[in-house]
């Protein structure tokens, strides 16, 4: 039966709004509910499973189909309130009476494309509607303008209609931030760590959610209202964990948020409530550490609404695998100090409120949450200097970007930054995440399940090869249909209606095209050959073009997504490249008239330093500068006249002027004498090469490291020392070339001749040449042993590589038991989580050990190069009393023109 109604217009007030620019008013009514008994036994009680509502504004229409989550009916029951005198109650069976009922369901007309989350409260929706790629919030009209009248109304907005240049706030929302904090307490207590590697069942953390009496407040005292606002958070956070690949397998690792606990402070009375009084975000999450919890929870969350002023809106504790006792994060248990007062380090709080404004919209509390929780579990913000993390693109900032604004510039999913930390915690410290009991009907598979659509009315609009969970006997729920069926379109990405994968028509199976990029976004069967796009088999779509994955979809072992034209990649976004070409262009023109620009500086400079300012210098300044070229040539000419080997006849008068200027020659150009060029390239080539070689040598260790302290559990924290020893050979190397530098500037023509005059001063300039040739001579085969090594390990490296890029299912190293130490389990060697090796180590550690390899080959090279000037000047340094009788000479000799006045050599 379908309800008509009329819409209501209605003016919108002037500054509605402090977050939202623009939003749409719409009707919320119930159009048809259904009265099932629940799937979920819960003592026999009937519930109104299925409800059909319809959002109607003047330019949108929703007509929504949901369903019921009996889980919150169990938390709501569970519900803990806090009031005077630290008495506390539970909720029990409160539901039965409860006007507040939280659902799950799908937009009617696009069932495949579309997903509804929310809470019906006196029949008006709240929650959030994903349709066509688009999420829309949708809030009652009170909380975006509490003054309303229209009590029964709703308010649609997408994220784009948030304000972001509210020039009235005090403080920028741009500037809004997410914090996180890493306690400075340490505990001597033993962590348990879980597997995903062969995991079978979903793991849940169990959080407690806390709401304090300034939001009771807020949602006026209603705890049902306030518990589904809370709750609201918990299933966007669910929806993200389940959906996120940490093993970087492919496929989700099934990691749920479930609410295990909503405790509510009715009142400021409470004992157990120390941080009834902070002051900022910060002070909050301090006193929350000091509340006592009821139960081990995974994590205990903290909303407020109270008039925060700063940026951030949000903090939480961190953890830190390479510290393992720091307190912080998931799982921690209780720990107590030394008066005997509990403390709790799995906490996050959230402030839903700024300064004197009303409460933050939906995508941005919504967006908070799910952050903290991140950074519960371990992950660090993403930096915005790494790409893959943070890429450039308009849709590019993953969920653990320290700022919450903009949001349209946010995917809802974790970076591959963050799904790698995310794992090592869990891999060490996510022993309290429980196993989730598969339950058919929930519309998410989990399990053993070949697939879950809901029950029979839904299952007929999304996927008509899974079975429903309400189907008669003996058919089973949560099944293929059939024997004929082999896959679902809600779990594949490439399902037909026959419900049979795009390979079945060759009678193959389908499978993943790993060895080349450009395939991976393809879909591609299993042949004899191995496995080949479904276009080189001649199945194609119905348009005649090649079956794709569907867009968004993983790939680069997670890093980057597949597009709609079936390309693995970053998304870059298209106008942003002209803007680099511009920025390059631009900047091959600046220095190229800054080149131009010091040369003319310099040349003007050398022709007044040589020629004086004076007004009889005129004539001869004229003559020089048109009968010598210019810069670097003209400099050039003047050596030669100096050495009398220029040609006097071309240039007569200009050689016998620079003969007279060549006492006016400027202290900073003899210097340039007495810079060792050789020597001085030498340094160069050292200094970047050793840099080089350590930051490159240092990242790839750390790498290989972690993969066996995580794959082959071997313990070599000892090996943490390396660190040092780069600090000691960085240090040693620099001091090293800043000697032989100081060494080759004592030993140029222009210095020698001052600092060796003397016997003693000449046979200790031998002996200390002579040390540093020893010194360097032995360092360059020390680094040519350092090469040869990494030859081994880049080789290595390589092999490991390929069997990673050549196998598809376990990786055997049990051929390779030889390299591993004594007493190594060979189970250990049979990965069967290929992306676990390949990815943390191998493919990211490769090109380190390749750049510290070449980084050693500059070394060497320039350590020959020290050797050969330190030769050079051991000589010079020896032959330097043979040359006292060539101590002044003419400087120039012109037949013709007469001669040059007597001058002291300084060459």
């Known amino acids: 039966m379908l309800i008509q109604f009329h819409l209501c217009s209605a003016k919108i007030p002037n500054g509605f709004s402090d977050y939202l620019k623009s939003f749409e008013i719409a009707e919320c009514e119930i159009v048809r509910s259904e009265n099932k008994r629940s799937l979920i036994k819960n003592n026999g009680t009937p519930h109104n499973d299925e409800v059909e509502v319809l959002l109607k504004s003047s330019n949108k229409t929703f007509r929504l189909l949901l369903f019921e989550d009996e889980l919150f009916n169990e938390v709501l029951s569970q519900t803990r309130l806090y009031s005077k005198n630290s008495s506390s109650d539970f909720r029990n069976n409160a539901n039965k009476y409860s006007n507040t009922k939280f659902y799950e369901g799908i937009v009617k007309d696009k069932p495949r494309q579309t997903s509804v989350i929310g809470y019906l409260h006196h029949g008006i929706f709240s929650g959030t509607i994903l349709y066509e790629n688009t999420e829309y919030f949708v809030e009652p009209l009170k909380f975006l303008i509490p003054s309303s009248p229209f009590s029964l109304k709703v308010a649609i907005y997408k994220i784009e209609d948030i304000n972001l240049t509210n020039t009235n706030a005090t403080e920028p929302f741009l500037d809004w931030s997410l914090a996180f904090r890493i306690s400075n307490i340490t505990v001597n207590v033993s962590r348990e760590g879980i597997s995903l ?42 929806k993200i964990f389940r959906k996120s690949d940490f093993t970087m397998s492919g496929k989700p690792d099934g990691i749920r948020i479930k609410v295990a606990k909503i405790s509510i402070y009715k009142t400021a009375n409470d004992l157990n409530y120390p941080m009834v009084s902070a002051n900022s975000v910060s002070e909050y999450l301090t006193e929350f550490i000091k509340r006592k919890q009821e139960s081990q929870y995974c994590l205990s969350i903290s909303l407020s609404y109270r008039p925060f002023v700063g940026s951030a809106i949000g903090e939480s504790f961190i953890p830190d695998v390479s510290y393992r006792n720091l307190a912080g994060g ?191 976004c393809l879909i591609c069967c299993k042949t004899s050959t191995g496995c080949v796009p479904a276009s080189e088999l001649g199945i194609l779509n119905p348009a005649g073009g090649k079956y794709m994955r569907k867009m968004g979809s993983r790939c680069n072992y997670g890093i980057y997504h597949c597009d709609a034209t079936g390309i693995c990649g970053e998304h870059r976004s298209v106008l942003s490249e002209p803007q680099h070409s511009k920025r390059n262009t631009s900047l091959i023109i600046f220095l190229s008239v800054l080149f131009y620009y010091c040369d003319y500086i310099f040349s003007r400079w050398l022709t007044l330093e040589l020629l004086g300012t004076t007004k009889d210098d005129t004539t001869a300044r004229l003559t020089f500068s048109t009968q010598i070229p210019s810069g670097v040539n003209r400099f050039h000419r003047l050596q030669q006249c100096a050495q009398g080997t220029m040609q006097t006849l071309q240039y007569p008068n200009s050689c016998l002027m620079m003969c007279h200027m060549l006492p006016k020659l400027s202290k900073c150009a003899r210097c340039m004498t007495r810079v060792p060029y050789g020597t001085l390239i030498a340094t160069i080539f050292c200094c970047a090469g050793v840099l080089t070689f350590l930051i490159c040598l240092y990242r790839a260790v750390r790498l290989t490291l972690r993969m066996f302290d995580d794959v082959f559990k071997y313990n070599l924290e000892w090996l943490s020392s390396v660190q040092l020893a780069f600090i000691i050979v960085g240090s040693f190397m620099g001091l090293l070339a800043v000697t032989l530098l100081i060494v080759g500037i004592c030993s140029t023509g222009a210095t020698r001749s001052k600092v060796y005059r003397g016997w003693k001063s000449r046979v200790g300039g031998r002996i200390s040449t002579a040390l540093c040739m020893v010194i360097v001579y032995i360092l360059n085969l020390a680094w040519l042993g350092i090469a040869c090594c990494l030859v081994v390990v880049v080789f290595t490296f390589h092999v490991a590589r390929q069997l990673c890029d050549n196998s598809t299912g376990c990786i055997d190293l049990q051929q390779f038991h030889f390299l591993f130490p004594n007493g190594t389990d060979l189970k250990l060697l049979n990965i069967c989580s290929r992306k676990a090796f390949c990815t943390d180590a191998v493919v990211y550690a490769e090109p380190y050990y390749i750049l510290s390899f070449v980084a050693s080959i500059v070394v060497i090279i320039s350590l020959l190069h020290y050797i050969m000037c330190l030769a050079a000047n051991y000589t010079r340094i020896k032959d330097q009393e043979n040359s006292k009788t060539c101590k002044s000479f003419n400087i120039c000799k012109i037949p013709k023109w007469g001669h040059c006045q007597k001058t002291d050599s300084r060459t």
Not at 343 to 355: K, L, S, Y
Request: glycine fraction near 6%; proline fraction near 6%.
């Open 197 to 238: 590697d062969n995991i079978t069942d979903d793991l849940s953390c169990d959080i407690e959610i806390v709401a304090d009496h300034t939001l009771y407040q807020y949602f006026r005292k209603n705890t049902d209202k306030l518990s589904a606002y809370l709750y609201t958070h918990a299933k966007h956070a669910d």
């Open 330 to 520: 998931i799982c921690e248990p209780t720990i107590f100090d030394a008066d005997q007062n509990s403390m709790n380090f799995n906490i996050a709080t959230i402030n839903v409120r700024h300064g004197q404004r009303p409460l933050l919209p939906l995508p941005i509390s919504l967006l908070a949450f799910v952050h903290e929780i991140g950074h519960g579990f371990g992950s660090d913000h993403d930096n915005p200097n790494n790409k893959p993390c943070s890429p450039d693109s308009s849709k590019g900032k993953y969920l653990m970007h320290p700022k919450t604004l903009p949001l349209l510039e946010q995917r809802a999913e974790f970076s591959p930054c963050s799904r790698i930390a995310i794992r090592e915690v869990l891999r060490k410290r996510g022993g309290c995440l429980k196993p989730v009991v598969a339950t058919c009907g929930n519309a998410i598979r989990e399990g053993a399940e070949e697939c879950d659509c809901g029950w029979a009315s839904i299952c007929n609009l999304v996927d008509s090869c899974c079975n429903p969970s309400d189907i008669e006997f003996p058919a089973v729920g949560c099944t293929l249909k059939g024997s004929g069926s082999k896959c679902s379109p809600k779990e594949s990405d490439c399902c037909t209606d026959d419900c049979a994968t795009v390979c079945a028509i060759k009678d193959l199976e389908e499978c993943e095209c790993r060895d080349n990029l450009l395939e991976e």
